[in-house]
C-alpha cells in the first residue's frame, strides 16, 4: 500500500507524544484526520486499536493497519512517505543509533522526571523532580552541542539543517515545560544556562511544522489543573548540582504579576541572590575594575549576581552586593557633564548612607528601583559613551521610559521565611558625594565575598550562643562616629585576646589596618583596647577606628596600658 489510503490519527491536543505524530505527518504533508479522543472514557476505536496500552496516539492507516506508540509511528511515517518531504530519521546508521538511544533516554527517564515535577506535592520531592530535569538538560545541551559541531557543522537542529527525529522526540515536551515554568515559576531552558537548548527551543517552535500544533501555555494551564493539582505550587528551595559538571545548570524562580503599580518586593521573596535583565536584554554586571556597573548579555559570569540585603524595619527597601562585596550606589557624579543622568556605582563606604538603598517599584511583570531621592536605576541604550552603561535619574522622553525597567531572575534561595532573616539595621538618609566614592582608601575584601554582614536589634537578654556578642560601630578620619545611638553592627566572638578580636573585626569590616577602641564612660573619649578582654562578659560595644585617623594621635602612648577590664562597661 505504501503511501496510499486514508490516514487517520487518534489523538489528544495536550499529549505530547501526539504532537510528535502531528510534526513528522506536517513534515511529510500527509493529509490526516484527526479524531479527538476523551481518554477518562475512551472510545472503542481506540481500545481495539491499541488493545495493550488503549492510549493514544493510534496512526490508523488505510483500513486495516493500526500503529502504536509515537516512537514507532514516527519512523514509520518517515519510512512509508520516504520520497515526500526531508528525511525525518538521519541516513547514517551510527547517527541513527545515537537518535535512537537519546530517544527512549527521554521516554524512560526525563519525562518521567517532568511529570514527577508537575505532580510533586511537597518542597522536597519537587526540587527532587528538578534535580533530575535540569540534569537531563545539562546532558541534552552537551548533545546537541556535540551534535551540532560535530557531525552538522554547526547547524541549528539535532537533525542538521531541519527538524529530525531526536528534535521532534525533545520538542515535543516544549508546551509543558513553558507552563511548568510559568506555574512553578521556575526556568528550566534559559540562554545562560543551556544557551544550546534555549536557541534551539526558539528556532523548533517557530518552524512551519511546529507552530500549528504547539499548545497555548493558557489553555493548557486549564487542561493541567484536572491532573496535576500542585503544579502551581512554588519552588523555594534553591538547587546545587554536583561541582564536577561543566555545564551550570542554575534554576531560575520569576514571580508572575499581572497588575501594575506597587510594591516590587514580592520580586525579592525569599531571594539571596538575584541577577537582573534590562530591556535590551542585558544583565547589570560588576565592572572588573571593582568601582563601575555596566550591561552585559553574559548573564552566567559571577559578576550579574547580586547579593540581596533587606533592611530592618522596612518592609520595602533592600541592598545589592556584588561579586565583589561592594553595593549598588546612586553616587552624585554626573554620567556627562551638562546631562541629568548621573553615575551607578558599586562601592563600599566607610558609613552607608541612602545611596546603597534600593526601594523595588512593581511595573506589571518588571520592577523599577528607585532611589531614595526618586531616581530610577536605568540602563542605557544608543551610541556610545550611553550603551551598555547603567546611571540612575528620571526618564523624560519616551522612547527611554523602558529603560529603568527589570526582569528579576532569583539564583540563589533562601531557605528560611523572610520574617526569619537577619535583619540589616535602617541607615540614615545622607546624600552620597562623589569624593566619598573617588578619595576614601580602597578596602581589603575578604574572601567570603557572599557573606552579609550580620546586624541584630538590641534585646534584654543574651543571645543564646557560645562566645561573646562583639557589637561595634565605625569611625570616620576624623574620629567622628555616626549613628552611635543606633543598633550597632554585631557578630559572636570567642576569645579574649585584643589581637584576635582585632583580626576578627579587621574581616568583618573589610579594612586593613584599625585600632579597635571604647568609649570611656568618665570623660567619653575614645581610647584603644590593650589588654585582655574583662572576662565574664557577654556584651561588649565597641568602635573601630581607622589607623590613619587623627583621633589615632590624641590616644595614650602604647608604653601607657589602660586596664580595659576596668574602663569597659559590663552592662548593656
Same mark, same amino acid.
Given at each position: 500500500?505504501?503511501? +496510499?489510503? %486514508?490516514?487517520?490519527?487518534?489523538?489528544?491536543?495536550?499529549?505530547?507524544?501526539?504532537?510528535?505524530?502531528?510534526?513528522?505527518?506536517?513534515?511529510?504533508?500527509?493529509?490526516?484526520?484527526?479524531?479527538?479522543?476523551?481518554?477518562? %472514557?475512551?472510545?472503542?476505536?481506540?481500545?481495539?486499536?491499541?488493545?495493550?496500552?488503549?492510549?493514544?496516539?493510534?496512526?490508523?492507516?488505510?483500513?486495516?493497519?493500526?500503529?502504536?506508540?509515537?516512537?514507532?509511528?514516527?519512523?514509520?511515517?518517515?519510512?512509508?512517505?520516504?520520497?515526500? +518531504?526531508?528525511?525525518?530519521?538521519?541516513?547514517?546508521?551510527?547517527?541513527?543509533?545515537?537518535?535512537?538511544?537519546?530517544?527512549?533516554?527521554? #521516554?524512560?527517564?526525563?519525562?518521567?522526571?517532568?511529570?514527577?515535577?508537575? $505532580?510533586?506535592?511537597? !518542597?522536597?520531592?519537587?526540587?527532587?523532580?528538578?534535580?533530575?530535569?535540569?540534569?537531563?538538560? $545539562?546532558?541534552?545541551?552537551?548533545?546537541?552541542?556535540?551534535?551540532?559541531?560535530?557531525?552538522?557543522?554547526?547547524?541549528?537542529?539535532?537533525?542538521?539543517?531541519?527538524?529530525?527525529?531526536?528534535?521532534?522526540?525533545?520538542?515535543?515536551?516544549?508546551?509543558?515545560?513553558?507552563?511548568?515554568?510559568?506555574?512553578?515559576?521556575?526556568?528550566?531552558?534559559?540562554?545562560?544556562?543551556?544557551? +544550546?537548548?534555549?536557541?534551539?527551543? !526558539?528556532?523548533?517552535?517557530?518552524?512551519?511544522?511546529?507552530?500549528?500544533?504547539?499548545?497555548?501555555?493558557?489553555?493548557?494551564?486549564?487542561?493541567?489543573?484536572?491532573?496535576?493539582?500542585?503544579?502551581? $505550587?512554588?519552588? *523555594?528551595?534553591?538547587?546545587?548540582?554536583?561541582?564536577?559538571?561543566?555545564?551550570?545548570?542554575?534554576?531560575?524562580?520569576?514571580?508572575?504579576?499581572?497588575?501594575?503599580?506597587?510594591?516590587?518586593?514580592?520580586?525579592?521573596?525569599?531571594?539571596?541572590? /538575584?541577577?537582573?535583565?534590562?530591556?535590551?536584554?542585558?544583565?547589570?554586571?560588576?565592572?572588573?575594575?571593582?568601582?563601575?556597573?555596566?550591561?552585559? &548579555?553574559?548573564?552566567?559570569?559571577?559578576?550579574?549576581?547580586?547579593?540581596?540585603?533587606?533592611?530592618? =524595619?522596612?518592609?520595602?527597601?533592600?541592598?545589592?552586593?556584588?561579586?565583589?562585596?561592594?553595593?549598588?550606589? $546612586?553616587?552624585?557624579?554626573?554620567?556627562?557633564?551638562?546631562?541629568?543622568?548621573?553615575?551607578?556605582?558599586?562601592?563600599?563606604?566607610?558609613? @552607608?548612607?541612602?545611596?546603597?538603598?534600593?526601594?523595588?517599584?512593581?511595573?506589571?511583570?518588571?520592577?523599577?528601583?528607585?532611589?531614595?531621592?526618586?531616581?530610577?536605576?536605568?540602563?542605557?541604550?544608543? @551610541?556610545?559613551?550611553?550603551?551598555?552603561?547603567?546611571?540612575? #535619574?528620571?526618564?523624560?522622553?519616551?522612547?527611554?521610559?523602558?529603560?529603568?525597567?527589570?526582569?528579576?531572575?532569583?539564583?540563589?534561595?533562601?531557605?528560611?521565611?523572610?520574617?526569619? &532573616?537577619?535583619?540589616?539595621?535602617?541607615?540614615?538618609?545622607?546624600?552620597?558625594?562623589?569624593?566619598?566614592?573617588?578619595?576614601?582608601?580602597?578596602?581589603?575584601?575578604?574572601?567570603?565575598?557572599?557573606?552579609?554582614?550580620?546586624?541584630?536589634?538590641?534585646?534584654?537578654?543574651?543571645?543564646?550562643?557560645?562566645?561573646?556578642?562583639?557589637?561595634?560601630?565605625?569611625?570616620?578620619?576624623?574620629?567622628?562616629?555616626?549613628?552611635?545611638?543606633?543598633?550597632?553592627?554585631?557578630?559572636?566572638?570567642?576569645? =579574649?585576646?585584643?589581637?584576635?578580636?582585632?583580626?576578627?573585626?579587621?574581616?568583618?569590616?573589610?579594612?586593613?589596618?584599625?585600632? *579597635?577602641?571604647?568609649?570611656?564612660?568618665?570623660?567619653?573619649?575614645?581610647?584603644? @583596647?590593650?589588654?585582655?578582654?574583662?572576662?565574664?562578659?557577654?556584651?561588649?560595644?565597641?568602635?573601630?577606628?581607622?589607623?590613619?585617623?587623627?583621633?589615632?594621635?590624641?590616644?595614650?602612648?602604647?608604653? /601607657?596600658?589602660?586596664?580595659?577590664?576596668?574602663?569597659?562597661?559590663?552592662?548593656?
Amino acid at each position: 500500500m505504501a503511501g +496510499g489510503g %486514508e490516514v487517520k490519527l487518534l489523538g489528544l491536543w495536550a499529549s505530547p507524544y501526539v504532537m510528535r505524530v502531528q510534526i513528522a505527518l506536517s513534515i511529510k504533508s500527509v493529509s490526516h484526520q484527526v479524531l479527538e479522543q476523551d481518554l477518562e %472514557e475512551k472510545s472503542q476505536l481506540l481500545i481495539q486499536s491499541n488493545p495493550v496500552y488503549k492510549r493514544v496516539p493510534v496512526l490508523i492507516h488505510g483500513d486495516n493497519i493500526s500503529i502504536c506508540e509515537s516512537p514507532v509511528i514516527v519512523q514509520y511515517i518517515d519510512e512509508v512517505w520516504s520520497s515526500s +518531504g526531508p528525511a525525518i530519521l538521519p541516513s547514517d546508521p551510527y547517527d541513527r543509533a545515537i537518535a535512537r538511544f537519546w530517544a527512549a533516554y527521554l #521516554d524512560d527517564k526525563w519525562a518521567a522526571s517532568l511529570r514527577a515535577m508537575a $505532580a510533586a506535592d511537597n !518542597e522536597e520531592a519537587k526540587e527532587a523532580a528538578v534535580e533530575k530535569v535540569a540534569e537531563g538538560l $545539562a546532558l541534552l545541551e552537551g548533545e546537541f552541542t556535540r551534535s551540532s559541531r560535530s557531525r552538522h557543522n554547526g547547524k541549528g537542529f539535532f537533525g542538521g539543517d531541519c527538524i529530525g527525529y531526536l528534535d521532534i522526540m525533545l520538542g515535543c515536551f516544549l508546551g509543558w515545560v513553558r507552563l511548568i515554568e510559568k506555574l512553578d515559576r521556575v526556568v528550566l531552558v534559559d540562554e545562560s544556562t543551556t544557551p +544550546g537548548l534555549a536557541g534551539w527551543a !526558539e528556532r523548533f517552535c517557530s518552524d512551519p511544522a511546529v507552530r500549528d500544533f504547539m499548545p497555548e501555555t493558557d489553555k493548557l494551564a486549564e487542561y493541567a489543573k484536572k491532573f496535576f493539582p500542585n503544579l502551581a $505550587a512554588p519552588l *523555594v528551595v534553591s538547587l546545587g548540582l554536583p561541582r564536577r559538571r561543566r555545564l551550570r545548570v542554575v534554576l531560575l524562580l520569576r514571580p508572575i504579576f499581572s497588575h501594575r503599580g506597587g510594591t516590587g518586593m514580592e520580586f525579592f521573596q525569599n531571594a539571596k541572590a /538575584v541577577r537582573l535583565r534590562s530591556r535590551h536584554d542585558k544583565y547589570l554586571m560588576a565592572v572588573e575594575d571593582e568601582e563601575s556597573v555596566a550591561q552585559d &548579555r553574559n548573564g552566567s559570569s559571577s559578576a550579574a549576581k547580586w547579593t540581596v540585603e533587606f533592611v530592618l =524595619n522596612s518592609e520595602s527597601i533592600i541592598r545589592l552586593k556584588s561579586c565583589y562585596g561592594k553595593y549598588l550606589t $546612586a553616587s552624585n557624579q554626573p554620567f556627562l557633564l551638562g546631562m541629568t543622568g548621573r553615575k551607578a556605582l558599586q562601592t563600599l563606604p566607610r558609613r @552607608l548612607d541612602s545611596s546603597v538603598e534600593w526601594e523595588p517599584v512593581r511595573d506589571g511583570t518588571h520592577i523599577k528601583l528607585r532611589t531614595r531621592y526618586g531616581n530610577f536605576l536605568r540602563a542605557n541604550g544608543g @551610541l556610545p559613551p550611553w550603551r551598555n552603561s547603567i546611571t540612575h #535619574d528620571v526618564p523624560q522622553r519616551t522612547a527611554t521610559q523602558d529603560w529603568i525597567l527589570w526582569d528579576v531572575d532569583v539564583v540563589e534561595i533562601l531557605v528560611q521565611s523572610p520574617t526569619e &532573616r537577619r535583619p540589616v539595621v535602617p541607615l540614615s538618609h545622607m546624600d552620597s558625594s562623589a569624593s566619598s566614592f573617588g578619595n576614601s582608601p580602597s578596602f581589603a575584601i575578604a574572601d567570603e565575598f557572599s557573606r552579609q554582614e550580620s546586624i541584630v536589634s538590641y534585646v534584654s537578654s543574651p543571645p543564646k550562643s557560645e562566645g561573646r556578642m562583639i557589637y561595634y560601630h565605625l569611625a570616620d578620619e576624623n574620629g567622628t562616629v555616626e549613628g552611635e545611638d543606633m543598633d550597632g553592627y554585631s557578630f559572636t566572638f570567642n576569645g =579574649n585576646g585584643v589581637e584576635d578580636l582585632n583580626h576578627m573585626l579587621s574581616q568583618e569590616t573589610g579594612m586593613g589596618d584599625i585600632v *579597635v577602641c571604647s568609649r570611656s564612660p568618665l570623660n567619653g573619649k575614645l581610647f584603644p @583596647l590593650q589588654l585582655q578582654l574583662p572576662p565574664n562578659n557577654v556584651y561588649m560595644h565597641v568602635i573601630v577606628v581607622p589607623s590613619s585617623s587623627t583621633a589615632v594621635k590624641d590616644f595614650p602612648k602604647q608604653g /601607657v596600658l589602660i586596664d580595659a577590664s576596668k574602663k569597659i562597661s559590663q552592662s548593656h
